[in-house]
């Protein structure tokens, strides 16, 4: 299924029923007074956050949602009917920002909402007001108003949706690290795992269970790679679900395995980080030293602890299992 976490929409509200002008026509009252009735009001748009929704492709396939408009007045006084909201789920962890009328202009930087919490509901376009019917324009004065007045529309406006996955931990790493095997062996999380690089291609967020009946949420972040912070890759796709985790893993092929220094791999991860928002070189870490079942494992292992002795440094083989049940020891969230 596609994955799609941010989206350009345009909302439209119902707009009002428009007021009604009528007038009493009864048996023996020929000349009744004014009774029309006032126009309902527009549908709502209301975006609520749903734990049971895991992306925005839904809004992929329908970017255009709109709401109905009230009904509009009757004689008799009859008052149109208002017309329902219409609620739109969402991620929890969706962020709403206004978007220009063309694609290409810039998103306001700002946000008008977060929907952090299962449950959460934004107001995005309010629905218009109906009109008023020709009762509310009599008078000692006018006895036979005509006057009446239309509904109001209601608001409407594009709007830019991104999804930020909200998760306790955040797994990051380079292609081909290990994340994805470690979370399939700390979580029923089952994410796509192969030997090439860029198998997971969309956060995965996986729950892990701990002793007296604590629970961990874990996400793996598909790998970085250098320049990420500039968005080169598919850098900003991925970096933007770090920003809300509490603590970040450092998940390292500490064997070099795929050809690449671990250290040089720690150091331009902490640099991209820090490049793309450097508040998330203030958030908790850890290093997971991963594929120890390989030879070449303990040399770099050794020079990594020998060059940053105050980081802490697990040793696990997320293929094997082994060394797993530290992974989340004296850890804090």
């Not at 994955?3 to 000349?31: L, M, T, W, Y």
């Not at 930020?164 to 081909?176: K, Q």
């Not at 892990?208 to 500039?230: C, F, Q, S």
């Amino acid at each position: 299924m596609r994955f799609v976490d941010q989206i350009r929409v345009h909302a439209k509200a119902g707009d009002g029923g428009n007021g009604c002008c009528s007038f009493r026509r009864e048996k023996f009252i020929p000349h009744g007074g004014p009774d029309g009735g006032d126009g309902g009001k527009g549908g709502d748009i209301i975006l609520q956050a749903d734990h049971d929704t895991d992306n925005l492709v839904a809004l992929f396939f329908e970017p255009l949602i709109r709401s109905g408009r009230g009904a509009h007045g009757k004689g008799k006084n009859k008052h149109g009917r208002n017309s329902g909201p219409t609620i739109v789920r969402v991620p929890v962890g969706t962020i709403v920002h206004r978007a220009g009328q063309k694609p290409a202009e810039p998103v306001e930087e700002e946000a008008i909402a977060d929907l952090t919490e299962d449950g959460q509901q934004f107001l995005l376009c309010k629905g218009g007001d109906g009109g008023k019917g020709n009762t509310h324009f009599k008078s000692s004065t006018n006895r036979v108003p005509r006057q009446h007045t239309e509904g109001y529309p209601g608001e409407e406006g594009w709007f830019h949706l991104e999804l930020r996955t909200i998760a306790d931990i955040g797994l990051v790493g380079y292609p081909n690290a290990g994340k994805s095997t470690l979370l399939g062996a700390i979580s029923a999380a089952h994410p796509k795992t192969a030997p090439y690089p860029f198998t997971t291609l969309h956060p995965v967020v996986g729950v892990v269970d701990l002793a007296e009946y604590h629970r961990l949420t874990v996400a793996d972040i598909p790998g970085i790679i250098e320049g990420a912070h500039d968005n080169k890759g598919l850098g900003h796709e991925f970096l933007r679900h770090i920003v809300r985790c509490k603590m970040l893993l450092f998940v390292l092929d500490m064997a070099g395995s795929e050809g690449r220094n671990p250290i040089a791999d720690y150091q331009s991860l902490r640099k991209e980080l820090g490049l793309y928002d450097p508040l998330l070189l203030k958030k908790p870490f850890a290093v997971i030293a991963n594929k120890a079942d390989i030879a070449e494992f303990a040399d770099y292992a050794k020079i990594f602890r020998r060059k940053y002795p105050k980081v802490r440094f697990v040793e696990i083989s997320a293929l094997k299992k082994t060394g797993l049940d530290e992974v989340f020891q004296d850890i804090e969230i």
